[in-house]
Protein backbone atom coordinates (compact mmCIF):
# COMPACT_ATOMS: atom_id res chain seq x y z
CA UNK A 1 0.00 0.00 0.00
CA UNK A 2 0.40 3.72 0.54
CA UNK A 3 2.88 4.32 3.12
CA UNK A 4 2.84 7.88 2.48
CA UNK A 5 -0.17 8.81 3.89
CA UNK A 6 0.72 6.52 7.45
CA UNK A 7 1.90 8.30 10.15
CA UNK A 8 3.03 6.54 13.42
CA UNK A 9 1.65 7.60 16.62
CA UNK A 10 3.73 6.91 19.39
CA UNK A 11 1.62 7.18 22.38
CA UNK A 12 1.20 3.81 23.04
CA UNK A 13 4.56 3.29 23.00
CA UNK A 14 5.02 5.61 25.92
CA UNK A 15 2.29 4.81 28.35
CA UNK A 16 -0.87 2.67 28.10
CA UNK A 17 -3.29 3.72 26.19
CA UNK A 18 -6.73 2.57 24.42
CA UNK A 19 -10.14 0.98 25.46
CA UNK A 20 -8.33 -2.15 25.90
CA UNK A 21 -5.89 -0.83 27.72
CA UNK A 22 -2.75 -3.12 25.95
CA UNK A 23 0.59 -3.68 27.83
CA UNK A 24 3.51 -1.13 26.82
CA UNK A 25 6.09 -2.48 25.09
CA UNK A 26 9.60 -2.17 25.93
CA UNK A 27 11.94 0.20 25.18
CA UNK A 28 13.59 -2.28 23.10
CA UNK A 29 10.62 -3.52 21.37
CA UNK A 30 9.42 0.13 20.76
CA UNK A 31 12.22 0.40 19.08
CA UNK A 32 12.09 -2.46 16.63
CA UNK A 33 8.70 -1.28 15.84
CA UNK A 34 9.81 2.02 14.55
CA UNK A 35 12.43 0.72 12.50
CA UNK A 36 10.13 -1.85 10.89
CA UNK A 37 7.87 0.90 10.06
CA UNK A 38 10.40 3.10 8.99
CA UNK A 39 12.07 -0.20 6.70
CA UNK A 40 8.49 -0.70 5.40
CA UNK A 41 8.05 3.27 4.07
CA UNK A 42 6.51 5.19 6.94
CA UNK A 43 8.41 8.40 7.60
CA UNK A 44 6.05 10.53 9.53
CA UNK A 45 6.02 10.07 13.33
CA UNK A 46 3.67 11.59 15.48
CA UNK A 47 4.26 12.60 19.11
CA UNK A 48 4.24 14.35 22.64
CA UNK A 49 5.31 15.67 25.83
CA UNK A 50 2.06 14.35 27.81
CA UNK A 51 2.84 10.72 25.86
CA UNK A 52 4.83 9.06 28.43
CA UNK A 53 8.41 8.22 27.44
CA UNK A 54 7.11 8.51 23.93
CA UNK A 55 9.58 11.17 23.32
CA UNK A 56 12.52 9.69 24.89
CA UNK A 57 12.28 6.12 23.24
CA UNK A 58 11.57 8.22 19.71
CA UNK A 59 14.95 10.23 20.63
CA UNK A 60 16.69 6.70 20.87
CA UNK A 61 15.24 5.41 17.66
CA UNK A 62 16.14 8.82 15.66
CA UNK A 63 19.75 8.14 16.90
CA UNK A 64 20.01 3.94 15.33
CA UNK A 65 22.68 4.16 12.59
CA UNK A 66 20.04 3.30 10.23
CA UNK A 67 17.78 6.02 10.30
CA UNK A 68 18.05 8.93 7.97
CA UNK A 69 17.06 12.16 10.33
CA UNK A 70 16.82 14.40 7.54
CA UNK A 71 13.99 12.00 5.88
CA UNK A 72 11.79 11.53 8.79
CA UNK A 73 8.94 13.51 10.20
CA UNK A 74 8.68 14.46 13.49
CA UNK A 75 5.36 15.89 15.20
CA UNK A 76 4.89 16.71 18.66
CA UNK A 77 2.57 18.59 20.65
CA UNK A 78 2.82 21.71 23.19
CA UNK A 79 0.34 21.40 26.65
CA UNK A 80 1.39 24.15 28.92
CA UNK A 81 1.57 23.18 32.51
CA UNK A 82 -0.82 25.71 33.47
CA UNK A 83 -3.69 27.34 32.69
CA UNK A 84 -3.73 30.86 34.05
CA UNK A 85 -0.23 32.09 32.99
CA UNK A 86 0.55 36.15 32.24
CA UNK A 87 0.90 36.98 28.98
CA UNK A 88 4.65 37.61 28.78
CA UNK A 89 5.51 34.39 30.59
CA UNK A 90 3.71 32.32 27.88
CA UNK A 91 6.18 32.44 25.09
CA UNK A 92 8.66 31.29 27.64
CA UNK A 93 6.98 28.64 28.96
CA UNK A 94 6.17 27.15 25.56
CA UNK A 95 9.82 27.94 24.81
CA UNK A 96 11.03 25.54 27.26
CA UNK A 97 8.76 22.63 26.85
CA UNK A 98 9.35 22.42 23.26
CA UNK A 99 12.96 22.49 24.22
CA UNK A 100 12.87 19.92 26.52
CA UNK A 101 10.77 17.86 23.82
CA UNK A 102 13.54 18.31 21.38
CA UNK A 103 16.31 17.11 23.90
CA UNK A 104 14.29 14.11 24.55
CA UNK A 105 14.48 13.66 20.69
CA UNK A 106 17.68 14.30 20.60
CA UNK A 107 17.17 16.65 17.45
CA UNK A 108 17.05 20.76 16.82
CA UNK A 109 14.25 21.00 15.30
CA UNK A 110 10.71 19.47 14.87
CA UNK A 111 8.81 19.12 11.70
CA UNK A 112 5.51 19.93 13.39
CA UNK A 113 4.30 21.53 16.58
CA UNK A 114 0.83 21.36 17.49
CA UNK A 115 -1.29 23.06 20.56
CA UNK A 116 -2.14 19.25 22.34
CA UNK A 117 -5.68 21.25 22.88
CA UNK A 118 -7.06 23.90 20.81
CA UNK A 119 -8.45 25.40 23.99
CA UNK A 120 -4.91 26.68 24.21
CA UNK A 121 -5.72 29.75 21.55
CA UNK A 122 -7.69 31.32 24.10
CA UNK A 123 -4.82 32.04 26.06
CA UNK A 124 -3.79 36.02 25.27
CA UNK A 125 -0.34 35.46 23.49
CA UNK A 126 -0.68 32.10 22.68
CA UNK A 127 -1.15 31.91 19.33
CA UNK A 128 1.81 34.21 18.36
CA UNK A 129 4.15 32.20 20.93
CA UNK A 130 3.34 29.06 18.80
CA UNK A 131 4.21 31.46 15.83
CA UNK A 132 7.47 32.67 17.62
CA UNK A 133 8.56 29.02 18.33
CA UNK A 134 8.24 28.72 14.00
CA UNK A 135 9.91 32.07 13.68
CA UNK A 136 13.50 30.74 16.20
CA UNK A 137 13.48 27.37 13.60
CA UNK A 138 12.46 25.06 16.81
CA UNK A 139 9.62 23.83 14.30
CA UNK A 140 8.92 24.07 10.53
CA UNK A 141 5.37 24.01 10.85
CA UNK A 142 2.72 24.84 13.78
CA UNK A 143 -0.99 23.59 14.10
CA UNK A 144 -3.70 22.43 16.50
CA UNK A 145 -5.11 19.22 17.34
CA UNK A 146 -8.86 19.48 17.57
CA UNK A 147 -11.66 17.67 18.78
CA UNK A 148 -14.87 19.22 17.36
CA UNK A 149 -15.13 20.84 13.84
CA UNK A 150 -16.08 24.16 15.48
CA UNK A 151 -12.56 24.22 17.07
CA UNK A 152 -11.28 23.50 13.47
CA UNK A 153 -12.98 25.98 12.00
CA UNK A 154 -11.94 28.41 14.50
CA UNK A 155 -7.97 27.44 14.10
CA UNK A 156 -8.40 27.45 9.89
CA UNK A 157 -8.92 31.29 10.12
CA UNK A 158 -6.07 31.84 11.85
CA UNK A 159 -2.87 32.27 9.48
CA UNK A 160 0.37 30.58 9.36
CA UNK A 161 -1.41 27.03 10.64
CA UNK A 162 -0.51 24.40 8.53
CA UNK A 163 -1.28 21.03 10.07
CA UNK A 164 -4.73 20.33 11.84
CA UNK A 165 -5.19 16.79 13.66
CA UNK A 166 -8.59 15.90 13.45
CA UNK A 167 -10.57 12.81 15.38
CA UNK A 168 -12.38 11.09 12.50
CA UNK A 169 -13.30 7.51 11.70
CA UNK A 170 -16.23 5.72 9.71
CA UNK A 171 -18.79 6.74 12.08
CA UNK A 172 -18.54 9.81 12.32
CA UNK A 173 -20.32 12.21 9.77
CA UNK A 174 -20.12 15.67 11.49
CA UNK A 175 -16.70 16.71 9.29
CA UNK A 176 -18.53 16.15 6.09
CA UNK A 177 -21.64 18.29 6.77
CA UNK A 178 -19.28 20.99 7.37
CA UNK A 179 -16.68 22.77 4.71
CA UNK A 180 -13.62 21.75 6.85
CA UNK A 181 -11.76 19.65 4.23
CA UNK A 182 -12.43 22.01 1.33
CA UNK A 183 -11.26 25.12 3.50
CA UNK A 184 -7.92 23.13 4.85
CA UNK A 185 -7.52 22.26 1.33
CA UNK A 186 -7.90 25.64 -0.44
CA UNK A 187 -5.58 26.93 2.41
CA UNK A 188 -3.35 24.77 1.98
CA UNK A 189 -3.24 22.88 5.47
CA UNK A 190 -2.94 19.02 5.88
CA UNK A 191 -4.96 16.91 7.71
CA UNK A 192 -3.83 13.98 10.42
CA UNK A 193 -7.08 12.10 11.03
CA UNK A 194 -6.56 10.56 15.07
CA UNK A 195 -9.11 8.04 16.44
CA UNK A 196 -9.24 6.10 13.35
CA UNK A 197 -10.34 2.80 14.76
CA UNK A 198 -12.01 4.56 18.28
CA UNK A 199 -8.95 3.54 20.00
CA UNK A 200 -9.67 -0.09 19.47
CA UNK A 201 -13.69 0.18 19.78
CA UNK A 202 -14.29 -0.40 15.94
CA UNK A 203 -12.45 -3.84 15.53
CA UNK A 204 -13.04 -4.98 18.64
CA UNK A 205 -14.81 -7.92 19.24
CA UNK A 206 -18.30 -7.36 20.90
CA UNK A 207 -18.29 -10.24 23.84
CA UNK A 208 -15.12 -7.91 24.50
CA UNK A 209 -17.22 -4.82 24.77
CA UNK A 210 -17.01 -3.42 28.01
CA UNK A 211 -20.24 -3.03 30.35
CA UNK A 212 -19.68 0.54 30.18
CA UNK A 213 -19.92 0.59 26.46
CA UNK A 214 -22.69 -1.53 25.77
CA UNK A 215 -24.57 1.83 24.56
CA UNK A 216 -22.38 1.19 21.50
CA UNK A 217 -23.72 -1.79 20.96
CA UNK A 218 -26.23 -1.95 18.41
CA UNK A 219 -24.06 0.45 16.40
CA UNK A 220 -21.04 -1.64 15.93
CA UNK A 221 -23.57 -4.34 15.11
CA UNK A 222 -24.87 -2.28 11.85
CA UNK A 223 -20.74 -1.50 11.44
CA UNK A 224 -19.66 -5.68 11.64
CA UNK A 225 -22.84 -6.45 9.80
CA UNK A 226 -21.66 -4.24 6.57
CA UNK A 227 -18.33 -5.32 6.60
CA UNK A 228 -19.44 -8.75 6.81
CA UNK A 229 -21.52 -8.06 3.61
CA UNK A 230 -18.81 -6.49 1.78
CA UNK A 231 -16.27 -9.07 2.51
CA UNK A 232 -13.56 -7.34 4.89
CA UNK A 233 -12.90 -7.02 8.62
CA UNK A 234 -13.99 -4.14 10.58
CA UNK A 235 -10.17 -3.48 10.73
CA UNK A 236 -10.03 -3.25 6.94
CA UNK A 237 -12.98 -1.08 6.67
CA UNK A 238 -12.67 1.10 9.23
CA UNK A 239 -9.15 2.38 7.89
CA UNK A 240 -9.44 2.13 4.19
CA UNK A 241 -12.41 4.16 4.65
CA UNK A 242 -10.35 7.01 6.28
CA UNK A 243 -7.57 6.42 4.02
CA UNK A 244 -9.17 6.91 0.76
CA UNK A 245 -10.88 9.86 2.20
CA UNK A 246 -9.84 12.86 -0.54
CA UNK A 247 -9.67 15.29 2.21
CA UNK A 248 -7.42 13.41 4.99
CA UNK A 249 -3.20 13.78 4.02
CA UNK A 250 -2.39 11.74 6.87
CA UNK A 251 -3.99 9.02 9.20
CA UNK A 252 -2.19 8.96 13.06
CA UNK A 253 -2.30 5.32 14.29
CA UNK A 254 -1.45 3.55 17.11
CA UNK A 255 0.43 -0.03 17.72
CA UNK A 256 1.95 -1.76 20.33
CA UNK A 257 3.36 -4.99 18.41
CA UNK A 258 4.76 -5.63 15.38
CA UNK A 259 1.37 -8.34 14.36
CA UNK A 260 -0.55 -4.81 14.24
CA UNK A 261 2.07 -3.00 12.53
CA UNK A 262 2.03 -5.83 9.68
CA UNK A 263 -1.47 -5.63 9.77
CA UNK A 264 -1.17 -1.90 8.73
CA UNK A 265 2.03 -2.09 6.01
CA UNK A 266 0.12 -4.96 4.61
CA UNK A 267 -3.59 -2.71 3.74
CA UNK A 268 -4.82 -3.46 0.44
CA UNK A 269 -5.06 -0.01 -1.41
CA UNK A 270 -7.91 -1.30 -3.13
CA UNK A 271 -11.29 1.03 -3.07
CA UNK A 272 -15.05 -0.31 -2.65
CA UNK A 273 -16.80 2.81 -3.43
CA UNK A 274 -20.65 0.94 -2.29
CA UNK A 275 -18.65 0.35 1.21
CA UNK A 276 -18.05 4.08 1.65
CA UNK A 277 -21.23 5.02 0.17
CA UNK A 278 -22.88 2.62 2.80
CA UNK A 279 -21.13 3.73 5.40
CA UNK A 280 -21.56 7.82 4.60
CA UNK A 281 -25.42 7.10 4.45
CA UNK A 282 -25.28 5.42 8.02
CA UNK A 283 -25.31 6.60 11.76
CA UNK A 284 -26.47 10.34 10.56
CA UNK A 285 -27.60 11.10 14.44
CA UNK A 286 -25.54 8.69 16.03
CA UNK A 287 -25.04 8.95 19.80
CA UNK A 288 -22.51 11.42 20.08
CA UNK A 289 -20.67 9.40 23.45
CA UNK A 290 -19.67 7.08 20.77
CA UNK A 291 -17.34 9.67 19.10
CA UNK A 292 -15.77 10.94 22.44
CA UNK A 293 -14.21 8.64 23.97
CA UNK A 294 -13.41 11.35 26.69
CA UNK A 295 -16.62 10.56 27.52
CA UNK A 296 -16.15 6.58 28.43
Not at 58 to 70: A, K, M, N, T, W
Not at 278 to 286: C, H, K, M, V
Amino acid sequence: MNTAKLCLGTVQLGMKYGIQGSAKPSTEQAIELLLKAYKGGISSFDTASAYGEAETILGLFLSHPEVDRSKVEIITKVSLSAHNIARESIRNQMENELSSSLDRLGVAYVDGCLFHNAKLLSLQGGYDALLKLKEKNLTKQIGVSVYTPEEAMDALSLEGIGILQIPYNALDRRWDNTDFFLMAQEKGIRVFARSVLLQGLLPMSLVMLPEKMLFAKDVLNEFNAICQNFGVTPFEAAVGFVLNHPGIDHIVFGVDNLEQLGAYLQLSDERIPALEKAFRSNWLNIDHRILRPDLW
